[in-house]
């Protein structure tokens, strides 16, 4: 794992500018020292680490490193400090902006080895655990004890990658997200110090949420390497629906009604006739292609049952129709599989293309205007763009279908997306509820923060005044500039 690549790669590497790149033999002779065959700067585990799942180009790291404890990962970030080596973290890699991409070179640390579940306190209703373990493995050694972790953003993340992002996903309209439900983190500064942020305590008003600073900073101010995750109980009964509408403003409406009727939905979820018709092509499913709405309802038997007829009732007096329950659980997991499979269902509406990804978040009275207003932008643009989203909360994706051979296509599916995002200040919300900044949002972060922008870059450059933890991503930098002429141009 540690030979050396075949050729320095003419990609983040010679990007970085040259008064950061003081000293690499070295800083690499001492992670090698460090690490032995758990650092690498083959070509092969570079090439794993510039991928994305987006337009980006792959963007090679210059190395590797894998640590399995808070202790080495301090030490890493203490000899990266020292030889101003750029340090971006890496985890399953399904993040959509571009967030874990080394655009300044350096070091990809790895965090997957580090996926252990430290502790379990189901008196507290809490869990400790590393940041590489994923959201599948966490509730499958959680399931005898009667708890589960709910956030659910549909590909099997890591939980340090979602705290990082601030995840959210399906289940956000009743158990919240990733800050609502993480407590305390370790995490380790830009120079090598180990912090500790929270307490197992359910409330504090002891100084600065650091713990709210950490989660959503994604990895720019400080690497988290242990995280402690509030737990809830596994409902009893569970239950699941399907409905479909005739125009989309008819399913906002109804979701607003059940919201203000109090009524405990754990899941809403919204798809266009598009989507519709993926699933039928991809999963063999039977929806008629018309605009759907996707529920479930968890707790009691008796609770779950009050719960879904009175949706029914809502959903008969909006004018929804063929309504199909799914009670038994390997047809709710069909169901939800089917959910999460979107992106790939929706991919074969066009063989060959590329999805290019975007969301936004509006308050929920203004969500059918928004979603309006982006389905025009995207025939406008002659584009393919099913559009999905969790409309308990006002989040929506767009999903647009693109040549990745055509920069004339690509160049349309980011004018819809900068559409889309300043659509969402227009109506006061955000441009992106929870696929987070990265680089592919930045230039966008004044416009949505004006000068509040600046005092994040000011945070950073307190807590990482040499700028080695995920450069280029989120806060201001020395081209944020550039790249507000070049969005405005």
């Known amino acids: 794992m540690t030979e050396p690549s075949d050729a320095p790669s003419a990609t983040a590497a010679d990007m970085a500018a040259p008064d950061r790149v003081p000293n690499r033999t070295a800083a690499f002779a001492a992670l090698a020292n460090l690490l032995g065959d758990r650092f690498s700067r083959a070509a092969g585990d570079r090439g794993q680490h510039g991928r994305n799942e987006s337009y980006f180009p792959p963007i090679l790291p210059e190395a590797v490193a894998w640590p399995e404890t808070t202790a080495e990962v301090s ?14 973290a890496w985890a399953a890699g399904t993040s959509l902006e571009g967030h874990a991409l080394a655009v300044e070179g350096g070091l990809s640390l790895d965090m997957t080895r580090m996926d252990k579940v430290l502790e379990v306190h189901p008196e507290d209703m809490l869990v400790v655990v590393q940041p590489g373990i994923t959201r599948e493995a966490l509730n499958a050694q959680l399931r005898d004890t009667g708890l589960f972790f709910p956030i659910d953003p ?39 110090r180990v912090i500790r942020t929270g307490s197992r305590a359910r409330k504090s008003s ?4 650091l713990t709210g600073l950490f989660v959503g900073s994604e990895g720019t101010l400080g690497i988290v390497t242990e995280l402690t995750l509030r737990l809830h109980g596994q409902p009893e009964a569970i239950s699941a629906a399907t409905c479909a509408f005739h125009d989309f403003a008819r399913a906002v409406e109804t979701v607003i009604a059940t ?41 009691t038997p008796a609770g779950v049952k009050e719960q879904a007829e009175r949706f029914g009732e809502i959903v008969a007096e909006m004018g929804g129709a063929h309504f199909t329950w799914a009670d038994r659980p390997e047809d709710r997991n069909r169901l939800w599989k089917m959910r999460h499979g979107a992106y790939h269902a929706c991919l074969g509406l066009r063989p060959g293309a590329m999805g290019v990804v975007t969301d936004i978040c509006v308050p929920i009275s203004r969500l059918a205007e928004a979603v309006a207003e982006t389905r025009a932008d995207i025939a406008a643009q002659g584009l393919v763009g099913p559009i999905i989203g969790h409309v308990g909360d006002g989040n929506f994706h767009a999903l647009l279908l693109v040549d990745p051979n055509s920069p004339d296509e690509v160049q349309k599916a980011k004018w819809v ?9 227009r109506l006061g919300g955000t441009m992106t509820g929870e ?7 930045r230039h966008l972060m004044a416009d949505e923060h004006g000068p509040a922008w600046q005092v994040m870059g000011a945070i950073k450059a307190a807590l990482d005044p040499a700028g080695i933890l995920n450069p280029g991503k989120v806060v201001p930098g020395p081209d944020s500039d550039a790249l507000l002429r070049e969005t405005r141009a």
Not at 206 to 209: L, V, W
Request: aromatic residues 4%; negative net charge; contains cysteine.
């Open 75 to 88: 030490r890493i970030i203490a000899i990266c400090a020292a030889h101003a080596l750029p340090v971006t």
């Open 154 to 192: 549909g590909a099997n993340a890591t939980l340090g990658g979602m705290a990082a992002t601030r995840a959210s996903g399906t289940t956000a309209v009743r158990y919240g997200t990733m800050r609502d439900n993480v407590l305390a983190t370790e995490a380790v500064l830009a120079d090598g």
């Open 206 to 209: 002891a100084g600065y949420d």
């Open 259 to 299: 919201i203000q009727m109090g009524i405990p939905v754990a899941r809403i979820e919204f798809l266009d006739e598009d989507v519709a018709a993926a699933f039928n092509a991809g999963s063999g499913a039977d929806m008629p292609e018309l605009p759907h709405l996707m529920v479930e309802f968890h707790g």
């Open 417 to 425: 997306a900068a559409r889309m995002a300043a659509r969402a200040h």
């Open 435 to 441: 696929h987070g900044v990265g680089m592919g949002k």
